[in-house]
């Protein structure tokens, strides 16, 4: 059984920064691209960043140079460091696991995680 299961959201303010983890089980990591989405209330489901089994980064446009994903294919854990947080980052953060060949689709990913609140003060 696949499990993906995010950890670190939470209240922060402008400015600061905060770090998503997700720890994953039931399948086999290093083949696949891990992908954090996000959803604010009232929006669609917005790509943030990627990191594919190949080593590649993808970031959307709002994030790029503010956050930072990474993966530990040991550990079976990909992270999302997020600085210099703005109140429109608040959302949902998800994590998901795929292997399509556009990694900023929604669609391309197979597995999903239950999401974590992460809510930005200004």
């Known amino acids: 059984q696949v499990q993906l299961v995010e950890s670190g959201g939470g209240l922060v303010q402008a400015g600061g920064s905060q770090t ?19 959803q604010a209330p009232g929006k669609k489901r917005e790509f943030v960043a990627a990191f594919t ?4 980064t993808y970031y959307g446009d709002s994030v790029k140079g503010r956050f930072r994903i990474s993966r530990d294919n040991v550990k079976n854990v990909v992270h999302l460091q997020m600085n210099s947080l703005k109140p429109e980052d608040t959302a949902v953060y998800y994590c998901a696991a795929g292997g399509g060949l556009f990694p900023v689709q929604p669609s391309e990913y197979d597995y999903w995680g239950q999401g974590t609140q992460v809510t930005v003060s200004s």
């Open 20 to 38: 998503l983890s997700c720890a994953t089980s039931g399948l086999s990591f290093n083949s696949y691209t891990m992908g954090w989405f996000r």
């Open 53 to 56: 089994d190949d080593d590649s």
